[in-house]
C-alpha cells in the first residue's frame, strides 16, 4: 500500500473508532439518569387527566403559570400530615397566580372521596391510573413535590413532608421567575 | 426397565472400570523400568490394555447417560451431580479423542484420576431426579450444558497435560530462587488436588457411618403490618460441625472423638444457615487435605512433585507442551459455542436478554477471554513450554471456579438445583 | 533514502523483507543467523517501520501490538471479575443504594462508592471493550494485507539456504533422473491431498491455505457483535420492562403504545408421586402460561381519565420459553403471584338474638355499593379500607393502596334499632378480625349481630397477577451473525492447518523444506509418510530441525 494511501485509512479508521468509542463511552456517562425528570429540566407532560369531579386537566393548560405538583396517598402518613399546609399557602398565594395540582397515587374512588371528607380543600386533586404518571416522574418515595417556574422548567424536587415554612420558601422562588 | 438402577449400576461400572484403567497405565508407565522388560513393548501392550479398560469405561459412563436420560424424560444435565458426571464423562471423551492422535500413556496417566475426581466430586451431591421447572425445558438446554462440558473437557485434558510437563521439567535439585519458587508452587497445585480428594474421602467417610448434627436458627423480623415474624431454618450437617452457622442452636448433634459442641461460630456476615454448613465443610476439608497430604509427605519424605518427577523421565517435552495446547486449541471454539453461543441463544429465549452480566455469565466469559489470551501468547515463541503450562493450570481452575465457586459462593439466575 | 534489496536472484524486495519475496533466500538480519527461519507472513515487511514514526503511527503501532491485545484482554477479565464480587445494581428491580453498606460493611460501601456496582456498564469497563475492538481491527488490517501478499504469489523452486533453515527439513541423495523423482514425490503428495503446483525439478505442495483466514475472520466476527451490542444504545433499539398483569385486565405497556391484557393465568406444579423425597410438599412449578393478547391504543394513550381505544393485533399463549412476539416487541412469561386476594364476597346478616340469617348480599371488595337491603336492615356504606391499620395517632387509616387487609364500616338502620343507626365494623379476613378486635370495636352490637360468610362457595377471589418482562432488541440479529461468523473463523483457524511442502532436486540432491503454522508434529508425520510412500527412508523425528524456545 502506498504511503499515502496508507495514512489516509490509518486516519479514516482512527476517526471511525474515536466516534464509535466515544458514543459508546458517552452513553454509560449520560444515560441511565436521563428518565428522571432534573431540575432545569421539563416535567414530563400529561394530558387529559381527571380530578375528582371529572374535569379534564392537562398540564400545558398551566403554561406560564407557576406550579406546585404534590404526589400524595391516603396511605401516606407525611402526604397527609402536609395538606393542610398546602392548602393554608395555597390560600395565600392562590390569588398571585398558584395552581396546585395533587395527584394522588392510583387509589380509588370510594378510598379518596372517603378521606377528602375529613379535610377541606380548595386545589385540584387529580387522579392517577395504574401507576403511570407515578412511572414518568420517576418517583421513589413519597410525598414527593415539583415546584415548576413560569417558564416551564422544573425549579426544585422535594422528597418528604413540608410543613408551611419549607413550601412558603419555594412558593415564593416559583412566583419570582 | 428401571432405567434409573441400571443408570445407577452403570455408573458404578464405569467408576470401577476408570479406576482400573488408571492402575494399568500406571503400570504402563512405571513397569518400563521393571527388570526383564523391553521398554517400547512393555509400554505399548499395557497401554493398549489400559486403553480398553479406559474405552469400556466410557462406553458404560455413555449407558448411564442415556439410561438416566431414559429414566428421568429429560437430558440430566440440570444440577450439580449431572453436571459433573456429564464434565467426567466429556473428559474422557476428550481424553480418548487425544489419545488417539498421540499415543501417550502417560495423558492416561493424569487425566483418568481427573476424571475419577470429578465424578467422585459429583457422587457428593443429591443424586435424584429432580423434575425440570419450566425455565429448563429447552433444547437448547442440552445443547448448551454439553457444548460447555465438553470444551471444559478439552481445557481439563489441557490440564492434565500442562501439570505434566511441569512435573517433567521442573528440576528438584535446582536450589536458585527461581526454582524454588516454582517448585513451591507446583506442589501447591498438588496440594489442591490432594485437598479436594480429602474433601471427597471425608464425606463419603461420614456419609457412610450416617453421622448428622442439626442446627435452628431463628430469626425476629417485624414485618411491614408490625406483626413480630420468627423465621426458622434448620440445616443439617453431614459432617461434625467445627463450625456451626451463625445465631444458632444445636437440636442434635452426634458426639465425634469426644467433640460434643461445635468449636465455633461462623461470623456474623456469613448470614444464613448455609453459608455455615458450607464453611464447615470448606474447613473439614482443608483439614482432612492437609493431613492426607502430611501423611502422604511423611512416606515419601520429599515433594511429592519430586516423587512423580522422575516417573515423567525421557518423556519429551515439547510433545507434552503440544499437546495441552492442541487440547486447548480444539476445546475453544467447541467452548464458545456451547459455553458462549448456545448460552447466549437460550438466555435470550427464557429470560429475553442474551447477555445479563449475571456471575456465571460473566465467569463464562473470565473463562473465555482467559484461554484468548493464552491462545494469543502462544504466537510468541517465548510463551511456549513452562508458562504455557503454568497458563493451562490457572485456566482450569478458573473453569472449575465457574463450576463451583460461582454456584456456591455466588448467587444468581444461574444456579443448579440439588446443591449440597 | 533508498536502500538496496535486491536479492541475488534478481528480484527487487520492499525494505525490511526478510526472505526474499522470490526465491527465500534469506535477507539482512536474517542471512546473518543460521537458527530456523522466521516464517512470520512468509518474512514480507509487514508495515513500515519508520525511524521517526509520527504521532499516527504510534497510535496504530499500539493498537497492532499482539502485546498490547493480551493486556487489554488481561485487564478486561480482571475488570470484569470485580463486578461479580457483590449483585449488580441491575438484579434490583427497585435499587437502594444504601444495600451494600447495610449487608456487606465496610467493604460493601467502598464497593458502592467505586461504582463497581455497576462495573458492566462503567465508563473504563466499556473503554476496554473500545479498545480491544480497536486492537481488533488495526491488528487485523495490518497482517493480513501483506499476508494476502505474501501468499498469492509464491515462487516454487525457492533458495536452498530457505528450504535448510525450515522447521521440518529434509535432504537425501537419489538414484534416477530428477524428473521422474519429482513426479513421484508430487504423487504422493498429491495423495495426501496437497494442490501441487510442479516445475520440472521443484514442486510447492500447499493444503488447506484457507485455514490461516481462520483468525482474521474471527476477528470481523467480533467486531459485528461489538457494533451490534453498541447499536443497543440507539434509542428506540433497545427496551426492557417489567409489567404485572391480572387476570382479566389489560395494562399499559411504559413507552409504548401498546396495552397487553391477561384472559387467563395459570400454574401447573409436579404432583408429589414426581418429586423425589426431598422435594415432596414443595410446590414446584412445573409449567405456568399466560393467555394474552396484545392491543394497538389508537386514542387516548396514557391518559389517566379517558377509555383507552384499542385495537387487538396478537393473541398468544406466553410460557416461559416462548414469548408473544410482535414486531419487534416480545413479552417474556417472567414470574407470577398466586397469592390470594378477596374480589367479591357474598356473606349474610346474622340476627344472633333471633338466629335468624339475612341475605347472602353481595359486597364488593374494590367497589362496594353505598348500601345494602338485607332483611329488614339497611346497611349504609360509611367508608371502606383497603389495608386496614391503626396509625400512630390512633385513628384508622390505610397502609397501602393494596387490599391486603380490607375492613368495611356500616351503618345499620332496621327494626329494632335507633333511627340514626347503629355503627358495625366488619373485617372479612377471620386473621384480619381477630387481629383488630372486630368484635371488641363493635361492643354491644357485637353481641346482637354478626356479618359472615358461610361458604367458601360465597367467596370470589381476585385471578392471579402474571409478571411479563417486555423487551425489544433490534440488535439481536446482528449479535447472533458476528457470534457466528466469529465462531466459523475459529473452527477454520483452529481445526485445519497450513502446511506447506518445498521441494528441489538438484543433480540428484534432492532439498525439502516443510512449514505449518501450527501442529508440528502432525505435518513431520505426514511428509515423513509421503517420503516412504515414495520409496525414501524417513522418520518423522529426523525431520525435525529445532526451532522451539527452552
Known amino acids: 500500500m502506498k504511503g499515502r494511501e496508507r495514512k489516509i485509512t490509518q486516519i479514516v479508521i482512527l476517526i471511525g473508532i474515536l466516534l464509535l468509542g466515544g458514543y459508546a463511552v458517552g452513553t454509560t456517562l449520560f444515560a441511565s439518569d436521563d428518565e428522571k ?116 422548567r422544573i425549579m426544585d424536587i422535594d422528597v418528604g413532608g413540608m410543613d408551611d415554612e419549607e413550601i412558603e420558601q419555594y412558593i415564593l422562588r416559583l412566583l419570582e421567575t | 426397565m428401571n432405567w434409573l438402577s441400571i443408570s445407577s449400576g452403570a455408573f458404578l461400572a464405569a467408576f470401577a472400570l476408570y479406576c482400573t484403567g488408571f492402575l494399568l497405565y500406571v503400570i504402563a508407565v512405571i513397569g518400563r523400568k521393571w527388570k526383564n522388560r523391553e521398554p517400547a513393548a512393555h509400554t505399548r501392550k499395557w497401554s493398549g490394555i489400559a486403553f480398553v479398560f479406559s474405552s469400556l469405561g466410557l462406553a458404560a459412563h455413555l449407558v448411564f447417560f442415556f439410561t438416566r436420560w431414559a429414566g428421568a424424560g429429560h437430558i440430566p444435565t440440570s444440577n450439580m451431580y449431572e453436571f459433573l458426571t456429564l464434565l467426567g464423562m466429556m473428559i474422557m471423551i476428550a481424553f480418548t479423542i487425544l489419545y488417539a492422535i498421540y499415543r501417550s500413556p502417560l495423558l492416561g496417566m493424569f487425566a483418568l484420576p481427573l476424571t475419577i475426581l470429578i465424578i467422585a466430586y459429583a457422587a457428593v451431591f443429591p443424586q435424584e431426579v429432580q423434575p425440570l421447572v419450566p425455565s429448563l425445558q429447552s433444547n437448547w438446554l442440552r445443547l448448551h450444558v454439553t457444548g460447555a462440558a465438553l470444551g471444559e473437557a478439552f481445557f481439563a485434558v489441557g490440564f492434565a497435560a500442562g501439570l505434566m510437563y511441569l512435573l517433567r521439567v521442573t528440576d528438584y535439585n535446582d536450589r536458585s530462587a527461581s526454582a524454588r519458587r516454582s517448585q513451591f508452587w507446583l506442589e501447591f497445585s498438588l496440594y489442591v488436588l490432594i485437598v479436594v480428594a480429602g474433601f471427597i474421602i471425608t464425606v463419603f467417610a461420614f456419609r457412610g457411618a450416617g ?119 480444539i476445546g475453544f471454539p467447541i467452548f464458545t459455542l456451547g459455553g458462549l453461543i448456545f448460552a447466549m441463544i437460550w438466555a435470550e429465549q427464557a429470560w429475553g436478554r442474551f447477555w445479563g452480566w449475571d456471575p456465571k455469565e460473566v465467569w463464562a466469559l473470565i473463562t473465555w477471554l482467559f484461554y484468548s489470551a493464552y491462545l494469543h501468547l502462544r504466537l510468541s515463541r517465548g510463551w511456549h513450554g513452562l508458562k504455557s503450562s503454568w497458563l493451562s493450570v490457572i485456566g482450569f481452575l478458573i473453569v472449575m471456579f465457574t463450576l463451583i465457586g460461582v454456584n456456591l459462593i455466588i448467587a444468581g439466575l444461574h444456579s443448579y438445583a440439588g446443591v449440597s | 533514502m533508498f536502500e538496496n534489496t535486491k536479492c541475488e536472484c534478481g528480484h527487487q524486495n520492499p525494505p525490511d523483507t526478510t526472505l526474499c519475496e522470490s526465491c527465500g533466500k534469506p535477507l539482512g538480519e536474517e542471512a546473518l543467523s543460521d537458527r530456523p527461519l522466521e516464517m512470520r507472513y512468509d518474512g514480507v515487511a509487514r508495515r513500515s517501520q519508520k525511524k521517526n514514526p509520527n504521532p499516527i503511527d504510534r497510535i496504530w503501532n499500539f493498537f497492532s501490538s499482539v502485546k498490547v491485545a493480551v493486556v487489554l484482554i488481561v485487564v478486561t477479565l480482571v475488570g470484569a471479575t470485580l463486578g461479580t464480587i457483590y449483585p449488580q445494581k441491575n438484579t434490583f428491580i427497585t435499587f437502594d443504594p444504601s444495600y451494600y453498606e447495610e449487608t456487606y460493611g465496610l467493604p460493601g460501601k467502598i464497593y458502592y462508592m467505586l461504582g463497581l456496582h455497576r462495573t458492566y456498564e462503567s465508563w473504563w469497563f466499556i473503554t476496554l471493550l473500545v479498545m480491544i475492538g480497536a486492537s481488533l481491527v488495526i491488528c487485523s488490517l495490518d497482517r493480513v494485507l501483506p499476508l494476502y501478499r505474501a501468499l498469492s504469489k509464491q515462487q516454487v523452486r525457492k533458495h536452498l539456504q530457505f528450504l535448510t533453515r525450515q522447521r521440518v527439513t529434509y535432504a537425501a541423495d537419489l538414484q534416477g533422473g530428477d524428473e521422474e523423482w519429482t513426479a513421484r514425490l508430487a504423487e504422493q503428495l498429491r495423495k495426501k491431498r496437497y494442490r501441487v503446483t510442479a516445475e520440472k525439478t521443484a514442486l510447492l505442495a500447499e493444503k488447506n491455505r484457507f485455514s490461516r483466514w481462520g483468525p482474521y475472520i474471527n476477528h470481523i466476527g467480533l467486531i459485528v457483535f461489538l457494533l ?24 399499559p405497556i411504559p413507552e409504548t403504545n401498546y396495552y397487553v391484557k391477561n384472559l387467563d393465568f395459570e400454574v401447573e406444579y409436579y404432583p408429589d408421586e414426581e418429586l423425589p423425597e426431598r422435594l415432596k410438599g414443595t410446590l414446584r412449578p412445573k409449567r405456568f402460561m399466560t393467555k394474552a393478547e396484545l392491543y394497538v391504543c389508537e386514542a387516548n394513550c396514557g391518559s389517566t381519565a379517558l377509555e383507552p381505544v384499542l385495537r387487538k393485533v396478537k393473541a398468544h399463549d406466553i410460557l416461559v420459553n416462548d414469548p408473544l412476539e410482535y414486531k419487534g416487541l416480545k413479552l417474556y412469561q417472567f414470574d407470577y403471584d398466586t397469592t390470594p386476594r378477596l374480589k367479591t364476597i357474598h356473606p349474610v346478616l346474622v340476627d344472633l338474638e333471633s338466629g335468624a340469617s339475612y341475605g347472602p348480599f353481595e359486597l364488593s371488595i374494590l367497589e362496594p355499593a353505598p348500601e345494602y337491603e338485607v332483611g329488614p336492615y339497611r346497611l349504609k356504606l360509611i367508608t371502606r379500607f383497603l389495608d386496614f391499620t391503626v396509625n400512630a395517632s390512633g385513628e384508622p387509616a390505610n397502609l397501602s393502596n393494596q387490599p391486603n387487609a380490607p375492613a368495611f364500616l356500616f351503618l345499620i338502620q332496621g327494626p329494632d334499632l335507633p333511627a340514626e343507626g347503629e355503627t358495625f365494623f366488619y373485617f372479612p379476613i ?16 357485637a353481641e346482637r349481630f354478626d356479618i359472615r360468610v358461610t361458604d367458601m362457595a360465597n367467596v370470589e377471589f381476585a385471578g392471579d397477577v402474571s409478571y411479563l418482562n417486555v423487551r425489544v432488541d433490534r440488535a439481536l440479529p446482528y449479535v447472533f451473525v458476528g457470534a457466528f461468523i466469529s465462531l466459523i473463523g475459529l473452527v477454520m483457524g483452529f481445526y485445519w492447518q497450513h502446511r506447506r511442502v518445498w521441494l528441489r532436486i538438484d543433480g540428484g540432491r534432492l532439498t525439502l523444506g516443510a512449514h505449518t503454522n501450527k501442529n508440528w508434529y502432525g505435518l513431520r508425520s505426514e511428509v515423513a509418510a509421503a517420503l516412504r510412500a515414495a520409496g525414501l527412508e524417513a522418520d518423522p523425528k529426523s525431520l525435525d530441525n529445532g526451532g522451539r524456545n527452552k
Open chain 1, 37 to 152: 425528570p432534573k431540575i432545569g429540566g421539563r416535567p414530563p407532560a400529561f394530558d387529559n387527566v381527571a380530578d375528582i369531579e371529572g374535569n379534564l386537566h392537562s398540564l400545558d393548560d398551566y403554561k406560564g403559570k407557576p406550579v406546585m405538583i404534590n404526589f400524595w396517598g391516603t396511605f401516606c402518613p407525611p402526604c397527609v400530615a402536609e395538606m393542610p399546609a398546602i392548602e393554608r399557602q395555597y390560600q395565600k398565594y392562590k390569588d398571585q397566580g398558584l395552581v396546585v395540582l395533587a395527584i394522588n397515587l392510583s387509589e380509588d374512588d370510594i378510598t379518596i372521596r372517603d378521606f377528602l371528607k375529613r379535610f377541606d380543600l380548595s386545589y385540584s386533586i387529580l387522579r392517577d391510573k395504574n401507576r403511570m404518571i407515578e412511572r414518568r416522574y420517576a418517583l421513589r418515595s413519597y410525598p414527593t413535590t415539583f415546584f415548576i417556574g413560569r417558564d416551564g
Open chain 3, 228 to 251: 451490534a451490542v453498541l447499536a443497543r444504545a440507539i434509542p428506540g433499539w433497545q427496551m426492557d420492562q417489567y409489567v404485572g398483569v391480572r387476570e382479566g385486565e389489560a395494562v
Open chain 2, 211 to 329: 453421622y448428622e448434627a442439626t442446627f435452628l436458627q431463628e430469626e425476629l423480623s417485624i414485618d411491614a403490618r408490625g406483626n413480630e415474624v420468627l423465621t426458622s431454618q434448620t440445616v443439617e450437617y453431614q459432617l461434625p460441625p467445627i463450625v456451626k452457622p451463625h445465631n444458632s442452636e444445636v437440636v442434635a448433634m452426634q458426639p465425634f472423638l469426644g467433640l460434643d459442641r461445635p468449636l465455633f461460630t461462623a461470623p456474623d456476615w456469613m448470614n444464613g444457615v448455609n453459608a455455615g454448613r458450607k464453611f464447615n465443610t470448606v474447613i473439614w476439608s482443608v483439614l482432612s487435605g492437609t493431613i492426607l497430604y502430611g501423611l502422604l509427605r511423611l512416606l515419601a519424605r520429599k515433594p511429592l512433585g519430586a516423587v512423580i518427577h522422575p516417573l515423567l523421565d525421557g518423556i519429551d517435552p515439547d510433545d507434552l507442551d503440544e499437546i495441552s495446547y492442541r487440547a486447548i486449541a
Open chain 3, 430 to 445: 377471620p386473621t384480619d378480625r381477630e387481629r383488630f378486635g372486630q368484635d371488641l370495636i363493635n361492643g354491644a352490637m
